[in-house]
């Protein structure tokens, strides 16, 4: 399972807890406060506390996974932008090594041929063709 996927499960099951909490608890302080008499009155109540929560559940529970969808999809882009980042940042620091390296190597030729090396070093800004 992917960490996305994982994660939007564990939104479903926090909601769906919180849902069955928050019904059970507002049937419970409903019976309490009107008193009910026998058992039919208890399952009327909660029939509509049901009915209620179902409501509820199905606007909160699309608001929800929305959010959790977008924070989710906002981690996982800011964790490939990292991994770009770094990936680039290793290939410009390999770029630039080979760059130092052929220099060096023609500067060494040069001195073994008796020749004057005028050629400047490799800096940053040609290395990678931006200048900063």
């Not at 800096?123 to 200048?131: E, K, L, P």
């Amino acid at each position: 399972m992917s960490v996305r996927s994982d994660a939007v499960h564990w939104w479903y099951g926090l909601f769906g807890f919180l849902t069955v909490y928050l019904t059970v608890t507002n049937t419970l302080t409903e019976v309490a406060r009107t008193n009910a008499a026998g058992w039919q009155e208890v399952q009327d109540i909660a029939t509509v506390k049901l009915t209620e929560a179902g409501a509820a559940s199905l606007i909160a529970s699309t608001i929800i996974t929305e959010v959790g969808h977008m924070v989710f999809a906002t981690m996982l882009r800011n964790r490939q932008r990292r991994k770009a980042f770094e990936e680039g940042e290793k290939a410009g620091e390999e770029r630039n090594q080979l760059l130092w390296e052929a220099w060096n190597q023609r500067r060494l030729e040069a001195a073994a041929r008796g020749e004057p090396f005028t050629e400047p070093p490799p800096t940053h800004d040609n290395a990678n063709g931006a200048s900063h």
